[in-house]
């Protein structure tokens, strides 16, 4: 395929989309900040931090200068939200006027309360893509069978991302709501938290599945009270996703609300572990009450989070407003 193509971060996602991407083009170049892991990546094929046991595809060229993405045709943003705007900032007067710039981050900027699709308009246009799936990193990079969706308002753009992306076990739709797929990205994480504080606490199966019920119809309601479509809510970034972070272990939003229904709370800056639903979560409350939305799902994350009241208390509350 003659496309250039670029991979910012270097971490568990960015490796493993990469790994996919470099089935299909001749060469990628994944732009990483530590020099150490990028001359590992080069000299060793391996990306030793995230996947010592997993050989990456030779046409993988790492590099830590941005100047190298110069040429290319897509770039994919596989980075927190907190790095979006400074990494957009590099990008802007380096790369091609009609570059496709595609989003899988799954956070949301705060006071701002911008997606990370509303930043990229403020450095580019509003043709870029964003992507969203029931996709764990670890599997992808095992190629094991994965689907997601992409979107952008460009179809021209979703076609050329999805080309680059599909393989035979990697597999991609389509979707046409590029608003919806952004929340689902969000608000998946704010659910993972939901039914992990439940889960820390000990709450009963029947009670647990009746929150996450509760979430799934939040969430349709938020999207469409925010112009999105509910029918994204039944796709693979909006059901399959949400039950996926909601109901693993290997999701680390599910495990950061066990934590905190067990009231053990931990030093994030410390562990260099970024939780997108946290950092969300004072965004979509505010989003919630500008906009007149009761979501109890996202009140009991809050009060958890944010308030530090008792998940006792919080589910005792949310509990009361069941029905």
């Known amino acids: 395929m003659d496309l250039n193509v670029g991979v910012i971060g270097a971490g568990a996602l960015g490796t493993a989309i990469s790994q996919q991407i470099s089935e299909n083009i001749s060469e990628l170049i994944l732009l990483l900040r530590n020099k150490e892991l990028c001359d590992d990546i080069n000299n060793l094929g391996y990306n030793t931090q995230y996947y ?3 050989k990456l595809n030779d046409n993988i060229k790492a590099t830590i200068d941005i100047n190298d993405l110069s040429d290319c045709d897509i ?28 989003t899988t981050a799954k956070g949301i900027e705060y006071p701002s309360l911008k997606t990370m699709g509303k930043i990229i308009e403020e450095y580019f246009d509003d043709n870029y893509v964003a992507l969203s799936g029931p996709n764990f ?11 997601t969706n992409i979107a952008s308002k460009s179809y021209e753009n979703s076609l050329k991302v999805k080309k680059v992306l599909t393989t035979k076990q990697f597999k991609v739709k389509i979707i046409d709501d590029i608003c919806g797929i952004e929340l689902c990205g969000i608000l998946k994480n704010i ?3 939901a039914n992990g504080i439940c889960e820390g606490m000990n709450v009963n199966e029947n009670a647990r599945f009746g929150i996450l019920t509760r979430g799934f119809k939040d969430t349709i309601m938020i999207i469409e009270a925010m112009g999105g479509k509910s029918e994204t809510v039944h796709e693979y970034c909006g059901f399959g996703d949400l039950i996926l972070t909601s109901t693993s272990h290997e999701s680390r939003n599910h495990t950061l609300g066990i934590l905190y229904g067990q009231r053990l709370i931990i030093d994030e800056n410390a562990s260099g572990i970024v939780f997108e639903g946290k950092n969300s979560i004072k965004a979509i409350k505010e989003i919630c009450s ?24 919080a589910f ?6 069941i029905e």
Do not use: C, H, Q
């Open 52 to 54: 010592p046991n997993s």
């Open 75 to 102: 770039i994919f943003l596989a980075i927190p939200s907190s790095a979006f705007r400074k990494t957009l900032e590099d990008l802007k007067p380096i790369v091609k006027k009609d570059v496709i710039i595609v």
């Open 137 to 147: 990193a670890s599997e992808i990079m095992l190629n094991l069978p994965t689907v």
């Open 191 to 193: 659910n993972a938290i």
């Open 290 to 313: 500008n906009n007149n939305i009761r979501s109890g799902t996202v009140n009991f994350v809050y009060d958890v989070i944010i308030k530090k009241i008792t998940p006792t208390k």
């Open 316 to 321: 005792n509350k949310l509990w009361e407003n």
